[in-house]
C-alpha cells in the first residue's frame, strides 16, 4: 500500500469515527421528502434515515436470546416487547393467554464429543424438549443401517446402553454459488404470471402430497418413528441423527421425537395421517418417555458413519443437562394498538410470531418480522400519523408447532371453521388448502379489514402474495408505487403457507404475506445454530418496517374495508 493510500485509509477512518457519513452512506440514505405534508413521504423518510429498527431485533436476539415456546426466554421476550411498544405510545399493551399449549424447555448445558478412536468434539445441538442424560454418559456408538421395518430384527437385544446413529450417509457438494440470493426478474415475472391458485389443481395440498418426492419423505418419516419405537424398547442411551439439511457445520434443527403408535397394514399415507391425528408431542406434559436426541453436522455425522463401517470401535461422551417447565402450561400472544378515530371499531393488524427454535437466537425466524412490526408502528408514532382504524400488533407464540397462537387468537376473537380442530383441517391450514366447513364467526369479523404479516427472513420486501383475492389488486398496486426505487414491485395471486397470515385467510378474513428475497433463509438460517444477528441484512430491514408502515397507514386511512375473497359462512 503506498503511502498516498494509507493517508486515505487513515482518513477516511477517522471521518468514519467522528460520524461524518461516507458517499456510500450518503447514497444509501433517502433525500428528505419533497413535500413534507405526504404521509408516505414522511414514513419513507423516518423509516430509512431515522430507523430502530436493528436495536430492537438485537435486543431481542442478543439479549433475550432464543424462544422456544412455553420457555422462560419467549416469556421474557413477551413481556420486554409489550413493555417496549408501550414506551412508544401504544395503547392496550397486554399479554394474551392461549392454550394450554404444554411444558417449557430451558437447555442448562451440553457438551459432545467423540472419545476413542481418537478424540473430537462434535459439532452437535440437542432437539428441543429432548430429555437429558442425567449427567456425562459415555457409550460405544452402533450404526442402525436398516432400510425397512424388518431390518430393525437383526438389531433385536443389542442396544441397550449404546449411542445409535440413525442415518445413512448423506452427500456434501462443494458451494459452487453463493449461499445467499436475491429473486431475479425472471423469478419475479413468473410471480407476477402465475395462475390463479383456485384453478391450479397441480398446486393443491392434495397434489403436493401425492407427488413422488413427498412419497418419499413420507416413507422416509414412517421409518424414523418405526426406528425411534425399536430404540425405546431396547433401551438405548442415546440417539444421534444428522442435520436434514445444510453442511459447513451450520445445524437444522427440530423438536425432539416421541414413540407414537403405528397400525399395522396401513398405506403411508394412512400411516401419516395416523400419525398425524395422535397429537402427541413432546412437549406434552404427559408425554411418552423417550430418549436424549441429539443433532450432528452432517460432516462430523459423515465422518461417525465412516469409522464404524471401517470396522472401528467408536465412543462418545455426551453431557446433557435440560430443564422442563410445567408450572404454566399456557403460552401467550403479545398484543398492542395504537386507537383509530372515526373508525376505530375497524381493525388493521400487522404481526410476526416470537416464538423460535433454540440454538440460535431466531433472529431470521422471526425476530426480523417482529422488529419489522414493532418498527412500523414505531414509525406512525414517530410521527403522530393519527390512523382512522385502529391499528393492532400481534407478536405470536407457538408458530412452530401449527400456527397455534395466531389460530387461537383468530378463534377467540373473529372466528372459526366448524372443522377447525381436526387433524385434516390443520395440515391443510399448515398448507395453505382451503376448507369449506361452515364458518361461525364473532362481532368483530365484519369490523376486520386487513392483516398483514412478515415471516421470510431478514430479505426486503418484493412484493405481496395476494392469496388468491385478486380484489386488491389494484390497491396494492397505488401502495407498491412510491416504493419502486426500493425494489418492491411484484403483485402474484399465488398462495403462500406455513407463516400466520394463513389463520386469518382460513376464515375468509383478507391475511397477507409479503414476498421477501430469500437471502440465506433456506440455505443457511432457517431453524440453525446460525440464525443469528450477524445474518440480518441491516437495509433490507429498514426498507420492509417502511413499507409496512406505509400500508398499515393505507389500511387504516381508506373509506372502505379492504374487500375479501368469496367464502361461505
Not at 416469556?75 to 413493555?83: I, L, M, P
Not at 428441543?128 to 424388518?150: C, F, H, R
Not at 393519527?386 to 387461537?408: K, N
Request: charged share 25%; net charge neutral; glycine share 8%.
Amino acid at each position: 500500500m503506498s503511502r498516498n493510500r494509507i493517508a486515505t485509509a487513515v482518513l477516511l477512518f477517522a471521518l468514519t469515527l467522528s460520524g461524518w457519513p461516507s458517499s456510500a452512506q450518503q447514497a444509501q440514505q433517502s433525500q428528505p421528502a419533497k413535500d413534507a405534508n405526504d404521509p408516505i413521504a414522511r414514513i419513507k423518510d423516518e423509516g430509512m434515515n431515522r430507523s430502530q429498527v436493528m436495536q430492537t431485533l438485537s435486543y431481542l436476539t442478543d439479549v433475550i436470546g432464543p424462544r422456544l415456546t412455553a420457555s422462560p426466554g419467549l416469556k421474557r421476550a413477551n413481556e420486554w416487547t409489550r413493555d417496549q411498544m408501550k414506551g412508544w405510545g401504544l395503547e392496550n399493551a397486554h399479554l394474551e393467554a392461549w392454550g394450554p399449549f404444554g411444558r417449557g424447555w430451558t437447555l442448562k448445558s451440553f457438551s459432545a464429543e467423540v472419545s476413542a478412536p481418537n478424540a473430537f468434539p462434535l459439532i452437535a445441538y440437542p432437539k428441543a424438549w429432548s430429555p437429558g442424560t442425567k449427567g456425562t454418559i459415555t457409550g460405544e456408538v452402533v450404526y442402525l443401517d436398516v432400510k425397512t421395518e424388518k431390518e430393525l430384527e437383526k438389531y433385536k437385544g443389542t442396544l441397550k446402553g449404546k449411542v445409535v446413529v440413525t442415518a445413512p450417509i448423506r452427500e456434501v457438494k462443494a458451494l459452487m454459488e453463493a449461499p445467499g440470493i436475491r429473486l431475479t426478474e425472471k423469478e419475479l415475472l413468473q410471480l407476477a404470471n402465475a395462475q390463479d391458485p383456485a384453478k391450479d389443481r397441480a398446486g393443491s395440498p392434495m397434489a403436493q402430497m401425492n407427488n413422488p418426492r413427498m412419497m418419499e419423505f413420507i416413507n422416509a418419516a414412517l421409518l424414523d418413528a418405526k426406528k425411534l419405537n425399536f430404540l425405546v424398547q431396547e433401551e438405548a442411551a442415546l440417539v444421534l441423527s444428522p442435520s436434514r439439511s445444510g453442511n459447513g457445520g451450520t445445524i437444522f434443527l427440530e423438536a425432539a421425537d416421541v414413540p407414537k403408535e403405528i397400525k399395522p397394514d396401513l398405506q403411508p399415507m394412512q400411516a401419516v395421517m395416523q400419525l398425524f391425528m395422535s397429537r402427541v408431542n413432546a412437549y406434552d406434559k404427559d408425554a411418552p418417555k423417550t430418549l436424549p436426541q441429539i443433532t450432528t453436522a452432517i460432516e462430523h455425522h459423515n465422518r461417525l458413519v465412516r469409522l464404524l463401517q471401517a470396522g472401528q470401535k467408536v465412543q462418545v461422551r455426551v453431557n446433557l443437562d435440560v430443564e422442563f417447565h410445567d408450572q404454566d402450561l399456557m403460552a401467550y400472544n403479545t398484543i398492542a394498538e395504537i386507537p383509530g378515530t372515526d373508525k376505530k371499531d375497524e381493525i388493521v393488524m400487522v404481526g410476526a410470531h416470537i416464538d423460535s427454535w433454540h440454538s440460535g437466537t431466531g433472529a431470521t425466524d422471526n425476530g426480523a418480522g417482529c422488529a419489522v412490526a414493532m418498527e412500523a408502528v414505531r414509525i406512525l408514532k414517530a410521527l403522530n400519523l393519527q390512523p382512522r382504524r385502529t391499528i393492532r400488533v400481534g407478536l405470536w407464540s407457538g408458530e412452530e408447532q401449527g400456527l397455534f397462537g395466531s389460530r387461537a387468537y383468530v378463534k377467540e376473537h373473529f372466528g372459526s371453521r366448524a372443522d377447525a380442530n381436526s387433524p385434516e383441517a390443520e395440515m391443510a391450514a399448515m398448507m395453505g388448502g382451503p376448507s369449506n366447513a361452515k364458518l361461525n364467526t364473532k362481532p368483530d369479523y365484519d369490523k376486520f379489514s386487513v392483516y398483514f404479516n412478515l415471516d421470510n427472513g431478514t430479505g426486503k420486501i418484493r412484493g405481496v402474495y395476494l392469496q388468491g383475492n385478486e380484489a386488491v389488486r389494484p390497491i396494492f398496486r397505488d401502495w407498491l408505487m412510491p416504493f419502486k426505487d426500493l425494489g418492491a414491485t411484484t403483485l402474484t395471486i399465488s398462495n403462500t403457507g406455513g407463516t400466520d397470515h394463513l389463520s386469518f385467510d382460513g376464515i375468509g378474513l383478507p391475511g397477507f404475506q409479503f414476498i421477501q428475497d430469500p437471502v440465506e433463509y433456506d440455505s443457511r438460517t432457517h431453524h440453525s445454530n446460525m440464525d443469528v444477528f450477524d445474518r440480518i441484512q441491516a437495509d433490507d430491514m429498514k426498507q420492509a418496517s417502511t413499507i409496512m408502515a406505509a400500508f398499515l397507514y393505507n389500511a387504516a386511512m381508506r373509506d372502505e374495508k379492504l374487500p375479501r375473497k368469496p367464502t361461505a359462512k
